[in-house]
């Protein structure tokens, strides 16, 4: 099993920043790919940013220049930079990772949720 522990969210005026952080442990060696999701209050959960063993990366069309998806093997530890923020990236924040062989994020199986963390972005 993969646990995925999320931390560094927050409340932050817009057009500032937050970094989140997301540690793997357990049976990580079964990843070879993880993201970034965000649910927002009545929307579904969408898909943000991915960054896959290889270090190819992904974004969300909204989040584009703003945020940087990036990984640390060494301490087992994905990140999430947040610049720019605006208001309508409120949401709660999910580190999700996955195993499989598809060039498609969401193609992989999906083996583990963090537990979320609330970022709210105030006008």
């Known amino acids: 099993q993969v646990q995925l522990v999320e931390s560094g969210g927050g409340l932050v005026q817009a057009g500032g920043s937050l970094r989140l952080s997301c540690a793997a442990s357990?049976?990580?060696?079964?990843?070879?790919?993880m993201g970034w999701y965000r649910q927002a209050p009545g929307k579904q959960r969408e898909l943000v940013a991915a960054i896959t063993s290889g270090g190819s990366t992904n974004y969300a069309d909204s989040v584009k220049g703003r945020f940087t998806i990036s990984r640390d093997n060494a301490k087992n530890t994905m990140y999430l930079q947040m610049n720019s923020l605006k208001p309508e990236d409120t949401a709660v924040y999910y580190c999700?990772?996955?195993?499989?062989?598809?060039?498609?994020?969401?193609?992989?199986?999906?083996?583990?949720w963090g537990q979320g963390t609330q970022d709210t972005v105030s006008s």
């Open positions: 999700n990772a996955r195993k499989g062989t598809s060039s498609w994020y969401t193609g992989r199986a999906s083996v583990s």
């Open positions: 357990g049976s990580i060696f079964s990843i070879n790919a």
